[in-house]
């Protein structure tokens, strides 16, 4: 069975912080290409950060300087930093893993809520 499990979503004021986990079963971690999709209210489900299975990452225009993708493939975990938050960074945050680089993903988490607001 092929769990990813979120977590550190939360409620944050604007320019705060916060750091997602997501903890991977059931696939061979270092094999995959994993990052982070949000879903804003009202808004298409749109994808903000991928690390590939060797270790380079990118991010969405919008997130780029604020926000850094990481893994540890030893504690089969990714995460994603989130820094200077803002209000329209207010969405459910949903992990993923991907075999192929330019396909879909292949799995998804359960997503965790990041509101931001004063």
């Known amino acids: 069975q092929v769990q990813l499990v979120e977590s550190g979503g939360g409620l944050v004021q604007p320019g705060g912080s916060l750091r997602l986990s997501c903890v991977a079963s059931?696939?061979?971690?270092?094999?995959?290409?994993m990052g982070w999709y949000r879903q804003a209210p009202g808004k298409q489900r749109e994808l903000v950060a991928v690390?590939?299975?060797?270790?380079?990452?990118n991010t969405v225009e919008s997130v780029q300087g604020r926000f850094t993708i990481s893994r540890d493939n030893a504690k089969s975990t990714q995460y994603l930093q989130m820094n200077s938050l803002k209000p329209e960074d207010t969405a459910v945050y949903y992990c993923?893993?991907?075999?192929?680089?330019?396909?879909?993903?292949?799995?998804w988490g359960q997503g965790t809520q990041v509101t931001v607001s004063s």
């Open positions: 993923t893993a991907r075999r192929d680089r330019l396909a879909s993903p292949d799995y």
């Open positions: 059931g696939i061979t971690f270092s094999r995959y290409h």
């Open positions: 690390i590939s299975h060797s270790g380079n990452e």
